[in-house]
Every structure is written in structure tokens, then in C-alpha cells.
């Protein structure tokens, strides 16, 4: 996995097509996306071109590798979920804060969005018209737990943002003193909500069948 | 037990379930004390008045200043009014009740102040502020907590100290927006591991969070529930707005159903064969 191709928050929000474009030229062992940037509608057209570029990319590694089409082709997908045992609005709220509060407001994915529904999505590619001679689809692999790891990951990025001089400078130049310090809390108030239990962060590991 | 063990154990013995017990009965004592002191005042002054009451009634009407002539009032002499023993008790016992009062005040006052420095240390266990003084809204609540006299055991949550003393000295209660507001313009800061308890502090809205005998409570206001509920409902709502996107011409997007019977459509739109079963139930939706 390659942890410089994880999506942390308020970093720049691209689009999915480029994206999966960009993404998928690196020649990384294993991609990595995060569906918390995407609407909820989208993640379905997220898995059908998920599948379709790792699809593109074990022909093109079985290419490579002289056609025994054996091509490793596998990515990791990164989403969050509410974790409470019982979810009231309160629960909403308090954990939709961190992700509202960015200027634009994130998509409220990770507050709608449910380990059962992303499972779904990911491992049920639609085959359209289009894609009708496609065959095979979407296999997910391994689901991880992986909240503790993404807290840290949180708390390094608060570390960064607070005592690397030129992120900071970048980001102050970018949007703002309140800008920054906006981001700072919304960082904190999302890992205090993966250490209180509250919310949790998901590997889903997918691969072509 | 090796000696610097019992030495720390000591310290937290001292600086938590001593004091915080020490000074509780103590307070409830004084209250106790207000109460009938305030009761002795009331009747003193009223005791005062009938006094001052029977004196009015005794005196002749006043006529013009010029024409007074205080020989013809009917006035008890300076003599007479000091040589009656219930007047001379009061007198003395209003003094005395004047210089404990004053006394008290002040002790009171001190005693305030040190509660209200309390709160200010346990409010520090998850904020900072980043100047010499707090900001004016936050004393305000500091005060307030420290002046009313919530005593009562408690059994609730642990504070971050890990340690509850069960009896909760006072209520801190501050508004997200307010704490947001200060945290955007740089008065207050985060503390660096504090940002679970604040999580705490807004979560547990009701029982409040305890920080050395101290309830923190966050609230968030209800218009910021009411955004953050529309951006979610929004988001919900935003993939039956943008139909056009979901499926870049991957499949037929069948015009017209309600937006509930589209999504069933686009969700059954994998199985051919079921896609008319859904077709036929947005036209009954319809």
C-alpha cells in the first residue's frame, strides 16, 4: 500500500475522472482511494471505473509479463462510518461537525454512508449496455479496521500543519489565518472522533475477478 | 509499597479527595450560615421599621421650616432614647451584624474568587487561552459556576484525571458557537491531547464532562443542528437532483418516475430482466 496516495482532509479535492486517470499512470503496487470526498451517488460510477481501469491494468501487466495474464491488479479503497451504537442526531451532528465546517462543506458521505452499503456498491459492479462483453467484476478481498492507524495519521497531519513553517506559510497563503486554524480544529475534532470510538475508518481491499 | 509510590499516592490523595471533600462541607456550612444571617437581617430591619414606624406617628405634623419651633415637639430626649435597653440591644446588635456582615462578604468574595480561579484551572484541562486573560464570555461562565452553589454527588462520567470525586463543585456551560468563534480568531487554543475530551464535552451535553470536581458541558446550538441536518438531507437529496451524472450513458435512465423509483431502477439496473418489475412500480408510485 502507499500511504502518499491516501486522501487526507482539506487537502485539494479533485475529480474522480482525473482522478482514476492520474492515479491509475502510477505504477504503485497497490492504488489507493478514499470515498469520503465523493457524493453518495457516485460511488457506484466510482466501482464501474474502478473496475474498468484495474481491469485496463492486469491486461496491460499480463502484456508485460509475455500474456500468462496472471497480472496482479488490486486497490484499496479508505472510507469513514458512523460507529455509535445508537445514532441520534446528536450523534449526526457532533459527527458531521468536522467535515461541515471546511469551506466548501465536504460531502456528508462518511455521516450517511454504512460498511454494509460501501460493500455493496464495491463488490456489485452494474454492467450496462456498454459495458455488456465486459465479464468479471469487483472482488473485495479484506475489510481492515484501520481507525487507529487514520487517527495517527490525523494527528501527524495536525503536527504538520502546526509546526512545518512552509505547509503552514502554503496554507495561510492559501486560505487564511481563520482558514487554517478552521482546519486544524476540523482535523482535531475528526480524530478525537476516531479515538472516542464514535466514528471508524475502513480499508476495503478490492481486486478483478 | 516503595516510598516514592506512597509519596505520589499521597499527592493525589491530598489534591484530590481532600480538598475537594475539605472544602465542600465547608461551603455548605457557610451557606447554611447565609441563610440565617439573612434571616436575622430581615428581622432586625423589620424590627427597625415598627420602631421607626411608632417614633413617625408620635411626631407632630411639620409646618414650614422657618415656623419650626422643637420645643413644642413632643420628641423623646437624647437621654431617653439611648436609656431604653431594647433600643441600645438593637443599635448594638445591628453594628455587630453590619461589621460580621462586611466581614463575611469579604470572605465570601475570596471564597468566590478561589472557586472561580478553580473553574479557570479545570476549563484549562481542555482549552488554553492564548493571552494573558480569558475572553469575556468564557469568565462570565467560569463565574457564574463558581457562585452557584451546585452541590450534589454525582456518579457520572470520569473526568480525563481518571479520578471522580462525587461531588460536583460546580457546572461550566459553554456554547459551541462561542467556543468555535474563539478558536477562529485565536483566543483559545486546543489543548493538544484535549481534543477527546471536548468531544466528550459536546457529546455528553447532558451529564457534562468532570474535570477535578468540575462538569464542563459544550452545547451545540440548535441552529447549528438544523444546518448540519440540511447539509446531510442535501447531500442525501443531491444524487436524485443530478441523475444525469450517476451513469454516463451506461444505461438508460428511464424519464419521469419518482425520484424514490429511480433510485430503485438505477439499483436494479444490473439485472436486466428485474428492471421492468421496477418500471411497473414507479407507475403505480405515479
Known amino acids: 500500500m502507499v500511504s502518499s496516495c491516501r486522501h487526507l482532509p482539506l487537502i485539494s479535492h479533485t475529480s474522480l475522472n482525473s482522478d482514476l486517470t492520474e492515479r491509475s499512470r502510477v505504477s504503485a503496487p497497490c492504488l489507493t482511494y478514499a470515498l469520503d470526498l465523493l457524493p453518495l451517488h457516485r460511488h457506484d460510477q466510482f466501482a464501474r471505473q474502478l473496475y474498468r481501469a484495474l481491469r485496463s491494468r492486469r491486461s496491460s501487466s499480463s502484456d508485460h509479463n509475455g500474456g500468462d495474464g496472471g497480472g496482479e491488479a488490486q486497490a484499496t479503497v479508505t472510507f469513514s462510518t458512523i460507529s455509535a451504537p445508537l445514532v441520534l442526531l446528536s450523534t449526526i451532528t457532533l459527527c458531521g461537525l468536522p467535515f461541515f465546517l471546511r469551506t466548501p462543506p465536504a460531502e456528508p458521505t462518511p455521516v450517511l454512508l454504512g460498511l454494509r452499503r460501501a460493500v455493496k456498491s464495491l463488490s456489485s459492479v452494474a454492467v450496462g449496455p456498454r459495458t455488456a462483453r465486459e465479464e468479471g467484476r469487483l472482488v473485495v478481498v479484506s475489510v481492515e479496521d484501520s481507525s487507529e492507524t487514520y487517527a495517527g495519521v490525523l494527528v501527524e497531519t495536525i503536527k504538520r500543519m502546526e509546526g512545518d513553517a512552509d505547509f503552514r506559510q502554503r496554507l495561510v497563503d492559501e486560505v487564511g489565518v481563520r482558514g487554517w486554524r478552521r482546519g486544524m480544529f476540523c482535523v482535531e475534532l475528526e480524530a478525537a472522533l476516531y479515538k472516542a470510538g464514535l466514528m471508524k475508518r475502513w480499508e476495503v481491499l478490492v481486486g478483478v475477478s | ?277 421496477w418500471c411497473l412500480h414507479a407507475v403505480i408510485f405515479l
Open chain 2, 1 to 277: 509499597m516503595p516510598r516514592r509510590d506512597f509519596q505520589v499516592l499521597c499527592k493525589c490523595w491530598v489534591s484530590r479527595g481532600t480538598v475537594a471533600n475539605a472544602i465542600d462541607p465547608c461551603d455548605r456550612l457557610l451557606q447554611l450560615a447565609s441563610s440565617l444571617r439573612l434571616r436575622l437581617i430581615l428581622c432586625f430591619l423589620k424590627l427597625q421599621l415598627a420602631m421607626m414606624h411608632a417614633n413617625i406617628h408620635q411626631l407632630p405634623p411639620l409646618l414650614i421650616p422657618q415656623s419650626l419651633d422643637l420645643s413644642q415637639l413632643d420628641l423623646p430626649s437624647e437621654s431617653s432614647v439611648f436609656s431604653s435597653p431594647l433600643l441600645l440591644v438593637l443599635l448594638i446588635t445591628l453594628g455587630l451584624h453590619l461589621f460580621f456582615a462586611s466581614s463575611a462578604n469579604r470572605f465570601d468574595q475570596v471564597l468566590h474568587e478561589d472557586k472561580h480561579s478553580e473553574a479557570l484551572t479545570a476549563l484549562m484541562a481542555i482549552f488554553t487561552p492564548t493571552r494573558s486573560s480569558w475572553p469575556s464570555d468564557i469568565l462570565d461562565a467560569t463565574r457564574r459556576a463558581s457562585v452557584s452553589r451546585l452541590g450534589r454527588n454525582s456518579a457520572s462520567s470520569l473526568g480525563p484525571t481518571g479520578s471522580s470525586s462525587g461531588f460536583i463543585k460546580g457546572e461550566i456551560r459553554l456554547g459551541f458557537c462561542a467556543v468555535y468563534e474563539h478558536i477562529l480568531n485565536g483566543d483559545l487554543e486546543l489543548q493538544p491531547t484535549a481534543s477527546v475530551d471536548l468531544v466528550k464535552a459536546i457529546l455528553l451535553e447532558r451529564d457534562g464532562m468532570e474535570v477535578d470536581g468540575w462538569k464542563i458541558k459544550v452545547v451545540v446550538e440548535w441552529r447549528w443542528v438544523w444546518r448540519v441536518s440540511f447539509w446531510v438531507i442535501k447531500g442525501l437529496g443531491s444524487g436524485l437532483v443530478n441523475l444525469s451524472e450517476l451513469w454516463n450513458g451506461d444505461i438508460q435512465v428511464i424519464p419521469d418516475p419518482t425520484a424514490e423509483c429511480m433510485r430503485f431502477i438505477l439499483t436494479a439496473a444490473d439485472r436486466p430482466h428485474t428492471c421492468w418489475v
